[in-house]
């Protein structure tokens, strides 16, 4: 039996949208084809009259139409002043339909950063909030409490944006009634058990503390250019973007985006650090401990190490 999947798009980019559309293989249409998923709707694709989409609503708020998968991409604007008249829809605050519409999911996917978290608004004037976290609180819009028709808390995918392949995976885990387990921010352990620094290239640049402090060399990014590798879980050096790269394989540093705090109020390409000693070290590091080992690992660093050199 289909499963049915509204895609509702609220305080963002859309750049979610388009990472799953980016998907090859299988491409969106081969993937709701082969999981016999029917979407009712989703902004970009759907050719619905407004009149037909506002009964589909309707039917969905009633529940006399089927709501299976409730994906929610984009924060909650809750502002001005609580009303969530920021996003409106024909009048109406769209933070209102998503209440409605969540309270008939079996299951329900935050879709990317924002919607995870709150992200880029969460410190603004509009009050964007992710649907059941405030960056790193419990609760967002939804409430701590809250539970799907399935009885599960709304499922985080984080990103900025999501990585087309852990949209696709958490959809066919829910076609073919697979237990997702979830970590502590409610993001599948499947895709969010790793650090970005877990699979990196430069990793052994990192360990011997080989690190650059200008961009185009092949050494760590992570004490000097803001990377945040060695601090933040998501699967970019697990799942590669267009199957071949990632940012830290073209030289670019990780600015943790899959964090629920992100994005940061520093500048993305600086690391703020102490004498060269980054002020925030991975969980359970000691800074004594970190300082003497990164001293003597930059002293016993290979030669072809020290000499690295991108040749360009």
């Given at each position: 039996?289909?499963?049915?999947?509204?895609?509702?798009?609220?305080?963002?980019?859309?750049?979610?949208?388009?990472?799953?559309?980016?998907?090859?293989?299988?491409?969106?249409?081969?993937?709701?084809?082969?999981?016999?998923?029917?979407?009712?709707?989703h902004?970009?694709?759907?050719?619905?009259?407004?009149?037909?989409?506002?009964?589909?609503?309707?039917d969905?708020?009633?529940?006399?139409?089927?709501?299976?998968?409730?994906?929610?991409?984009?924060?909650?604007?809750?502002?001005?002043?609580?009303?969530?008249?920021?996003?409106?829809?024909?009048?109406?605050?769209?933070?209102?339909?998503v209440?409605?519409?969540?309270?008939?999911?079996?299951?329900?996917?935050?879709v990317?950063?924002?919607?995870?978290?709150?992200?880029?608004?969460?410190?603004?004037?509009?009050?964007?909030?992710?649907?059941?976290?405030?960056?790193?609180?419990?609760?967002?819009?939804?409430?701590?409490?809250?539970?799907?028709?399935?009885g599960?808390?709304?499922?985080?995918?984080?990103?900025?944006?999501?990585?087309?392949?852990?949209?696709?995976?958490?959809?066919s885990?829910?076609?073919?009634?697979?237990?997702?387990?979830?970590?502590?921010?409610?993001?599948?352990?499947?895709?969010?058990?790793?650090?970005?620094?877990?699979?990196?290239?430069?990793?052994?640049?990192?360990?011997?503390?080989?690190?650059?402090?200008?961009?185009?060399?092949?050494?760590?990014?992570?004490?000097?250019?803001?990377?945040?590798?060695?601090?933040?879980?998501?699967?970019?050096?697990?799942?590669?973007?267009?199957?071949?790269?990632?940012?830290?394989?073209?030289?670019?540093?990780?600015?943790?985006?899959?964090?629920?705090?992100?994005?940061?109020?520093?500048?993305?390409?600086?690391?703020?650090?102490?004498?060269?000693?980054?002020?925030?070290?991975?969980?359970?590091?000691?800074?004594?401990?970190y300082?003497?080992?990164?001293?003597?690992?930059?002293?016993?660093?290979?030669?072809?190490?020290?000499?690295?050199?991108?040749?360009?």
């Amino acid at each position: 039996m289909s499963l049915t999947l509204y895609w509702l798009q609220c305080g963002g980019c859309g750049g979610d949208t388009w990472s799953l559309f980016s998907k090859e293989s299988p491409d969106i249409v081969e993937l709701f084809a082969s999981l016999d998923i029917e979407l009712l709707w989703h902004p970009s694709i759907s050719r619905m009259t407004n009149s037909d989409h506002d009964q589909l609503k309707k039917d969905l708020i009633a529940g006399t139409q089927k709501l299976d998968i409730l994906c929610i991409e984009g924060a909650i604007i809750r502002g001005p002043g609580g009303t969530g008249m920021y996003d409106s829809v024909l009048g109406n605050p769209k933070k209102n339909l998503v209440a409605s519409l969540a309270s008939q999911a079996d299951y329900i996917l935050s879709v990317g950063t924002c919607a995870s978290f709150g992200g880029i608004g969460a410190d603004g004037v509009i009050e964007a909030t992710g649907m059941q976290f405030l960056k790193w609180d419990k609760g967002g819009f939804m409430g701590e409490e809250f539970r799907t028709q399935k009885g599960l808390p709304v499922i985080n995918l984080p990103g900025c944006p999501c990585h087309c392949d852990v949209i696709a995976g958490a959809l066919s885990a829910i076609v073919l009634d697979m237990p997702l387990e979830l970590n502590v921010y409610n993001a599948p352990l499947e895709w969010y058990n790793v650090m970005v620094h877990q699979g990196c290239t430069r990793n052994e640049y990192h360990e011997f503390r080989v690190e650059e402090k200008v961009f185009g060399e092949k050494g760590c990014l992570f004490f000097y250019l803001g990377c945040h590798g060695p601090l933040v879980l998501g699967p970019c050096n697990k799942l590669l973007w267009n199957r071949r790269s990632s940012k830290t394989r073209v030289g670019v540093p990780c600015f943790g985006c899959t964090r629920p705090d992100f994005p940061q109020h520093y500048p993305f390409f600086e690391t703020q650090n102490i004498e060269g000693i980054p002020t925030e070290l991975p969980d359970g590091v000691s800074r004594a401990h970190y300082l003497a080992y990164k001293g003597m690992a930059a002293a016993a660093a290979p030669k072809r190490l020290k000499t690295r050199k991108t040749g360009i």
